[in-house]
Structure formats: C-alpha cells, structure tokens
C-alpha cells in the first residue's frame, strides 16, 4: 500500500496523525499549508519511494509560502530524479510541524509461527546506530509496555534524566496497545511507524508505513 492508503488504514481505527493534506500542484500544497497554519512539512509521495530522506524528498520547518514554492520545486526535482520520470509521483504531503520531543519508533510484524509481535525503540536516525529495541508478543498489556521501556538502553531519556522532563508514558500505552490491536485485526504483515515524536504532553504520529 501506499502512504496515503496506509495514513487512511490508521485513521479508520481511530489513530491520530499529525494533520496532512494530499497536493497534487504546488498551488494546492499552499492552499493547505495555509489552512494547516505554518510552519509545515512537505514529503514526496510515489509508491516507488518508501526512505523519503533517502532521495531528498522531504523539507521540514517551512515557513511561509515561499520557502514553501522552493521546497516543493526541490523535492519534484529529487523525486524526478530517483525515479527516472515523473510518472509515480502522487504529489507531496503538506504535514503540520509535530512537537519537540524523543523520536520512538513502534514496529509490528507477523511471524509465522508466533503471530504479531511489536517493537519498541529509539526512532528516527537513531534506529539503525543503536539497534536499541525490545519486543513482545501480541496482546501485550500496560505493564507490557513499561518492561519494554525499561529493557530499552535509552530508557534514562524516555524516563526523563537531568533535567528533561520524560515521555507522556500514558500515550504510549494507549499507542502500542491500540497497534497490537489493529494489527491483529488487519492481519498486518508489516508496521512501521517511525517516528511518532513523544514529549511529556502527549505525542505526534509522523511518519508511517504498513505492509498487508
Ligand atoms: N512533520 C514533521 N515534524 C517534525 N519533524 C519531521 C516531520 N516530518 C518529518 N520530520 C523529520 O524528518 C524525518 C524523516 O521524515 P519521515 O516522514 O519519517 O520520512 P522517511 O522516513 O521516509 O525519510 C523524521 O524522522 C523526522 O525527524
Ligand atoms: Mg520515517
């Protein structure tokens, strides 16, 4: 599935994304960064394209309309580039900026022997480097959810450590709970959402990518 289709798949079962529109022109990412507020984000959106970074398809901290107009000239131009034409290109995502806070990541896949599993770690750049992750079997319960933060090399900073407050724990039980949940019921083969930006208020679903 596509982004779009997986964003829509998380939003019938009730989760919370960050709002976004779908731009097919330039003139309507404005149209939307303008009713999201700024500042925005902007993202390639193509099937062909799953690490955004990775081709230069993604601006963040956008200000106004024309640091807006140079971003997406930049990201057509990146993603014309990885794709060899500009057949795939859906359009971009106008996304609204998510709050300061720990990027986590919330993984999910299905084994074949022992059904849904999900994972638990430091997001973003971070996932690859540290490999710090814990992971459970499907249902998992609250307490579940605190034993994966505290097998979790990193967990002083999601505890809150010199100074810093600590993540909206609470958040991220009802997240991981509910990702269990959907997952079961959606026979989800795949999960990825990477990242979902938490600080100690509540958190931000960012980015998000589900095989079926
Ligand atoms: N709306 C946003 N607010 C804040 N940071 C963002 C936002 N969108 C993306 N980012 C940052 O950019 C990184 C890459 O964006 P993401 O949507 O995850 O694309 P991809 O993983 O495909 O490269 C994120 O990990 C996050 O650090
Ligand atoms: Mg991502």
Known sequence: MGMLEDFELLK??????????????????HLIAKSLGYPV???????????????????????????????YDEIMENARLATGNGKPIRGVLVQKMARKGIELIIGGKKDSQFGHMIILGLGGVYVEIFRDISARLCP?????????????????????????KGINVAGLKELMLSTCRMMEKEDVKELDLNPVIFDSNGYDIVDARIMK
């Open 140 to 164: 998992i319960s609250e307490k579940d959810v605190e034993d994966m933060i505290d097998e979790l090399k990193s967990h002083p900073l999601i505890e809150g450590a010199r100074g810093q």
């Open 41 to 71: 984000a902007l993202k390639i959106i193509s099937d062909e394209i799953s690490h955004k970074t990775d081709v230069g398809g993604v601006k963040i901290g956008l200000k106004n309309d024309q640091s807006l107009s140079l971003a």
């Open 12 to 29: 019938r079962h009730r989760f919370r994304l960050l709002p976004y529109g779908w731009a097919r022109t330039k003139t309507e990412a």
